[in-house]
């Protein structure tokens, strides 16, 4: 066997110097476009407010903010239904919003009160809206891979063509957890859809200094999964790639992995971009990436072909931010959590047999 | 009059598996050895064969990503058992279960529960050692969220893992191989809420409270027919639920009896032993006790594997009533 570096190494991907252009739109449809625009930017201010909030102490735990990252959850949560199974990690404000969960819900989640998603329970970790398909996140790295498997596992039992999705990041791999789940997705042909979302950063430390090979798609390879490599920050290639893993999977021929390539514009947690305390994070590389905005790249496209133009980016930002506003007034406004709660959620509550 | 049926212990829990697979469809198993008769010993014998292979899933070497799969499954409705022939082996499982599965109630506010049961067997002796002989059953009774369960006797093999796998909640269900062979008739299946179950007098007496669970419990029952020999009346409580542990049971067989052996199959520091004795302490008032209690456990040693050593490691019958004499003596 020879020494392909095909699945190996992510080339131009990796480097932030490259893919700064407006997306290729042609032939796409502009309603599609139009509301993944608006997906994006809506992630990216809640975030942007979220970011603010705990700089000014109004926060009391830990973000972890997905700016620069919109486009995966985007791109992938358009071939998503409700009925699917979908987890998420540390990281996962923008995999559950673009879902449709609510603005109101989250902040309320963050803020730790009783109207938040998870009942004010988890805050921004520990997120759950299984209404809305998402199954819950949580920040043990790699820890609901295996759960998303069991997941997909499960809609094949039940005899259902919905599907299992895992998002984790480039540092979940190194967890042996995350090996053992691909290869029993593989042997079992679970229907789920491994999401690798490669910001190159594991905290503060760079892939390179982690791993000999900076693709994770590798580990697909390694355990007999299709799998996709794509730019994260362009919405519709990661739609198209996810588009096709997914249809395999309801089909019934088993996991896929899609591995999309991004850059987180803030440091692993909280507002900073942590340009100072990352390893090999610096200034350069960072202005660089956010040349490569999936907003402003799909923004670009569609006001070149006509389809937008800088007074509906005007207004749409301004509704996000009164709607983020009123959203989070709201939130700030709610009720804690009755002290109850923290014994009465422990186990289920008795309702006989089999409840 | 119900008729009954005569089981051995894993006959009995073979009988757990066959009731549930049979009646509820989002019942299915996986783990290590289930397509073979090698790992499980009587206790699932040819389930693969009755029920499918796609219901009895013999998995790869991969205990973290199978209870792992196991809890999110039970998250998406269906209620997985997950096997570990040897507890040894599922420590690599415990972010699933003490992370993922016991947490997700609380951390979800109350709306998701992974109704999971992982059942681990504890298979010691025979010079195996160290990494094939643990009993870890106060880990996991030290974990808010998770109920433990460990069956003395045949109606529990059976009973208490079809509860187990009935329960909202996640289990872990953690039986003996030292007891595989203990015999009884037991009527029909009834189905019990798990969460209604707790410790429970198994015989009484009125000199000394034996508290115990699991292969434990047998010992202390046998150690009581020798007391009683010896003129000594002693109650047995076997725990059967160690999380969330229910101490009016014991409480009530202390305040009459006056004196407490705990009789634990696992190590001494921080073990189940410790809580019995805690509880005892806090729960009755001064002056209730006639003599310091005590405890038999394992001392605090991994596994030997020499058999000389093997035979004064684990406690026997003997060290049992000898413990109890010194109650009374």
Redesign the interface.
């Known amino acids: 066997m020879g020494s392909s570096t095909e699945w190996s190494d992510l080339g131009d991907l990796a480097d932030p110097s490259k893919y700064h252009e407006p997306l290729d739109i042609a032939g796409r449809d502009p309603e599609v476009l139009r509301a993944q625009l608006r997906g994006m930017v809506s992630i990216r201010l809640v975030e942007q407010h979220l970011a603010a909030m705990r700089r000014d102490g109004h926060i009391g735990g830990p973000v972890h903010l997905g700016v620069g990252q919109e486009g995966i959850a985007v791109g992938v949560s358009r071939f998503l239904r409700s009925s699917d199974r979908v987890f998420g990690a540390h990281r996962s404000h923008p995999h559950v919003l673009a879902l449709g969960s609510s603005i109101h819900r989250l902040f309320a989640e963050i803020l730790g009160k009783d109207t938040g998603l998870s009942r004010g329970m988890g805050g921004s970790m520990h997120l759950w809206d299984e209404p809305h398909g998402f199954y819950g996140s949580v920040p043990i790295v790699a820890g609901t891979v295996p759960l998303a498997v069991g997941a997909g596992l499960a809609a094949k039992l039940q005899g259902t063509d919905d599907i299992g999705v895992s998002y984790f990041g480039d540092g979940a791999v190194e967890e042996g957890v995350v090996q053992e789940s691909l290869n029993l997705a593989s042997i079992l042909k679970v229907p789920v859809l491994f999401v690798a979302e490669n910001n190159l950063f594991a905290s503060h430390m760079h892939i390179g200094l982690r791993q000999p090979f900076n693709a994770t798609a590798r580990f697909a390879v390694a355990h007999g999964i299709p799998c996709e490599v794509v730019d994260g920050n362009d919405v519709t290639a990661v739609g198209d790639a996810a588009e096709r893993l997914v249809d395999r999977a309801r089909r019934g021929e088993g996991p896929g992995f899609l591995e999309a390539v991004t850059f987180r514009w803030l440091g692993h947690v909280d507002w900073r971009d942590d340009v100072d305390v990352g390893v090999e994070r610096s200034a350069d590389d960072l202005a660089l990436w956010r040349e490569r905005d999936p907003i402003a790249r799909l923004r670009g496209a569609m006001e070149a072909a006509g389809q937008w133009s800088v007074d509906q980016q005007e207004s749409l930002t301004s509704e996000m931010d009164r709607e983020i506003v009123v959203a989070w007034d709201q939130a700030m406004a709610d009720p804690w959590p009755e002290d109850s709660a923290l014994l009465d959620r422990v186990y289920a509550k008795r309702g006989g047999v089999n409840s | 009059m119900a008729e009954t049926t005569q089981y051995s212990y894993g006959t009995a829990i073979r009988a757990a598996f066959e009731y549930l697979l049979e009646r509820y469809p ?1 019942v ?1 198993v996986m783990g290590q050895g289930l397509w073979s008769p090698w790992y499980v010993g009587n206790s699932m014998t040819d389930l693969d064969k009755q029920f499918g292979a ?2 009895i ?1 013999d ?2 070497v ?1 205990e ?15 209620k ?1 058992i997950v096997v570990h022939p040897r507890i040894d082996f599922m420590v690599y499982a415990l ?2 279960v003490v ?2 599965a016991a947490k ?10 992974p ?1 999971v049961t992982v059942r681990a067997i504890i298979n010691r002796g025979g010079e195996q050692g160290a990494q094939h002989s643990q009993a870890l059953h106060a880990w996991f009774a030290h974990i ?2 998770l ?1 433990v369960v460990m069956p003395a006797t045949v109606a529990d093999a059976r009973d208490l893992l079809i ?1 187990s796998a ?4 996640p289990v872990v269900f953690i039986d003996d191989r030292w007891l595989y062979d203990l015999t009884a008739e037991l009527p029909p299946v009834k ?3 798990l ?2 179950e707790g410790p429970r007098v198994l015989a009484k007496g009125g000199d000394v409270t034996l508290v115990a669970s699991g292969y434990s419990t047998q010992l202390s029952l046998e150690a009581r027919e020798e007391l009683a020999n010896k003129g000594v009346g002693c109650d047995v409580v076997d725990l059967r639920v160690l999380n ?1 542990l229910d101490a009016e049971p014991i409480l009530a067989s202390v305040q009459k009896t006056g004196r407490l052996l705990v009789v634990d199959g696992g190590w001494r520091t921080c073990g189940m032993s410790a809580e019995v004795l805690a509880l005892v302490a806090e729960g009755l008032p001064v002056g209730s006790l006639h003599a310091p209690p005590r405890r038999v456990t394992l001392p605090d040693a991994p596994a030997p594997t020499s058999r000389v050593l093997e035979k004064a490691y684990y406690p026997s019958r003997q060290t049992v009533v000898s413990a109890a004499l010194q109650l009374v003596g």
């Open positions: 989002e299915f796609h219901r899933i998995t790869p991969s973290s990503a199978c209870t792992g799969a196991a809890v999110g499954a039970a998250l998406a409705g269906m997985p972010d699933a992370n993922q997700w109630s609380h951390m979800v506010g109350g709306q998701a529960h109704g808010p969220g109920r509860a009935l329960c909202a909640d189905e019990l809420e969460a209604a969330p």
